[in-house]
């Protein structure tokens, strides 16, 4: 499936797409440990068994004497049948004897006795194990020393076939397979349920189609609460007028009309103002204010006449400045006095559009500053409606467009969106 293809699937082949490549990979890498495990004890056990094997003969009394007899001859003829029935009986792949000086006086092929051993002699009485490629191959392989009374009169080697280890590993192997296709199997049965538990909440409506569908209902909830907080204020400042017209105060009803219609005519002016700006953001923006002025906060908006037009359509620039004022005006609700919230817009030097946020809350902890963006997450108490998507929301609208969303070190809590534009560069 192709990039484009994929993008342009429905939600639920998406999320029957990232829940199977995800079961495969998870397959994938079990696999690939339970194989690293499986070389490692059978490599592990090779070792444990020449060790073993060498050290029994090495201070076995048939062996100690026929090579501290000091006849090769009479050692051979007496120690080769032992070393062939041991290799025979254990899992070793080989059993070497020799005299001090590395001279075999047993071998696994009788052609090689009495050449120079192949591999390395240690320096010391200590046994070594090592991997070395001899006669017969690359092994792993123990030589423990042959000890008299008189000190070290001969060596011991045994080893393991690296092709013998291999074999060893074949069954684990086998069943490594077994498990990564039950962990498939069982992911695919959890990858159909998935993507029949999202076609009915979502139907054949592709991905960006949903995302859309989020970004118009969180619109017209952050506008119709905009809307609502500016007639409630409306609302109240008329009933004060008519109060205070009934009772004779003409001048003070005449001034606090003048006074709110001057605020919000100052920032109509501002919205106005800017060329390429967008009514209905503006329109959200003056409910905005009015929910501040509600809610005991001072608002400031500071639009840029030359501030450009985003690429975003009208529903995503209402749920992306929708969603980050209500977040600021909460934040500043919650945080101790003066409560403030600021919206900045401007052209950026690049021609991009810059829409700056503020508010005069506590912050955001440093231990949270990523995970304020992951859908489902929130900092507000649990049980209220609607919480743990509208970050989520705002980075899926700015990622769409190739913006970018920054939190900004320190404070005031700050969130920088930098918007592309059609303005060309």
Known sequence: MTDRAFARGSAASRVFAVVVIAVVAVAGLTVG???WEAQRAARSEAERVT??????????????DAVADDDPARATEALQPVAVGVVEGTPADFVTVMDVGGIRITHRDPTQIGLPYIGTIPTSDAPLTEEFAGTLGPSVRTIAPIRTSGGIVGWVAVGVTVG????AVLPRVLVAIGIAAGLVAAGLGGAALARRATRRVTGDLPARAVRDTLAAAASMRTLGEALRAQTHEHGNRMHTAVALLELGRTEEAVSLL???????????????ARVDGDPTVGALLLGKASQAQERGIRWTAEIAPDAPRSLLTPVDQVALVGNLVD???DAAA???EPRWVSLTMARTSEDEL?????????????QLRQRIFERGFSTKPTGETGRGFGLALV???????GGSLVLAEGTPTTFRIVLPTETPR
């Open 33 to 35: 440990a339970l194989l």
């Open 51 to 64: 060790a073993a094997i060498a050290y029994t003969l090495s201070v076995s009394p048939t062996v100690v």
């Open 164 to 167: 013998s280890i291999g074999e």
């Open 258 to 272: 003048t006074a709110s219609a001057r605020q919000s005519q100052m920032l109509v002016d501002d919205v106005a």
């Open 327 to 329: 977040n600021a005006l």
């Open 334 to 336: 919650a945080g101790p």
């Open 354 to 366: 810059l829409l700056t946020v503020a508010d005069s809350g506590t912050g955001v902890p440093p």
């Open 395 to 401: 980075r899926g609208v700015v990622d769409d467009v």
